[in-house]
């Protein structure tokens, strides 16, 4: 019996499957706790053990991870923070997650997940790195595209970056879209791709989305991460470049992704500081 246990806490997104997969590969016995919502049983066949967890029942996440004996977990994939605002009746809170919630002195990203870290380290539970499983999905700093962006383009990335690494500062998102040096869309509570929607939607073309990591990020949570739902977010509102943070940002099935972005005419492209 193999006795290194690993938990994937896990959002929606194909993230969790892929941290499985590579978990996996390096000797662990993958137990897969889907947070519902937003999840659903999709991971269920990549890991060795599952089960369903209500979002709200974090005393109840925690009694799991002892009861299974786990001492190593790590969090992957997308939880909507509006889910806190939204389906009042989908999620509700167990008295731990009251009592954590009460706590703090704000609800921004950092506070409520540093607040959560702490409380599982109390019970013996470390929190690991996304990246300790995603080493192979980071972005690297190039352009990875056919198409590369354009002199005007390359000014509106840098625009965008500084605006972006300054809204991380202050803890309110990730993702800026820009066109011809103007802010169309900063990402708040609503997620990178209803941003980029909205962004774009303003620009009517060729805007430029710029996704960073946080000036302080803890690669434990919240890393940055894009997918192919990015894309089609790009492509409806005919956004058409995507500049990432290299080594700091991760693309969920990165040669399909960069296949359907070269499809779509979209420049992808690392970008270090």
């Known amino acids: 019996m193999n006795d290194k246990k690993l938990a994937i806490i896990a959002g929606m997104g194909g993230l969790p499957k892929v941290v499985a997969a590579e978990a996996k590969k390096m000797g662990y016995r993958v137990v897969g706790i889907a947070l519902q919502p937003p999840s659903d049983e999709s991971l269920k066949p990549f890991v060795d053990d599952f089960h369903k967890m209500n979002l709200g029942r974090f005393g109840g996440l925690i009694s799991l991870l002892k009861k299974l004996s786990i001492t190593n977990a790590v ?10 605002y939204k389906n009042k009746t989908s999620v509700i809170p167990d008295m731990k997650a009251v009592k954590l919630l009460f706590s703090l002195k704000n609800r921004a990203d950092d506070t409520i997940m540093n607040a959560v870290v702490n409380e599982l380290e109390k019970n013996g539970i470390t929190l690991r790195s996304t990246t300790d499983f995603t080493r192979n999905l980071l972005v690297p700093a190039e352009v990875m595209t056919r198409k590369k962006p354009s002199k005007d383009e390359l000014k509106d990335i840098e625009f965008g970056w500084d605006i972006a690494k300054g809204m991380g500062q202050l803890d309110i998102g990730q993702t800026v879209v820009v066109k011809e040096l103007a ?9 990178t791709d209803e941003a980029i929607k909205r962004g774009g939607s303003l620009a009517e ?11 302080r990020q803890d690669l434990r949570f919240d890393v940055p991460v894009v997918g192919i739902d990015t894309l089609h977010s790009m492509k409806n509102v005919a956004a058409k470049v995507l500049a990432l943070e290299a080594g700091k940002c ?21 970008v270090r500081s």
């Not at 969090?75 to 806190?84: C, E, F, S």
């Not at 805007?207 to 000036?215: L, R």
């Not at 991760?250 to 690392?270: P, R």
């Open 75 to 84: 969090m992957a994939g997308k939880v909507p923070k509006d889910l806190l």
């Open 183 to 191: 802010v169309m869309a900063v990402e708040a509570i609503e997620g």
């Open 205 to 215: 073309k060729n805007a430029v989305v710029v996704k960073v990591s946080k000036p």
């Open 250 to 270: 991760i693309i969920v099935d990165k040669e399909k992704f960069i296949k359907e972005a070269d499809n779509e005419g979209i420049v992808v492209v690392g």
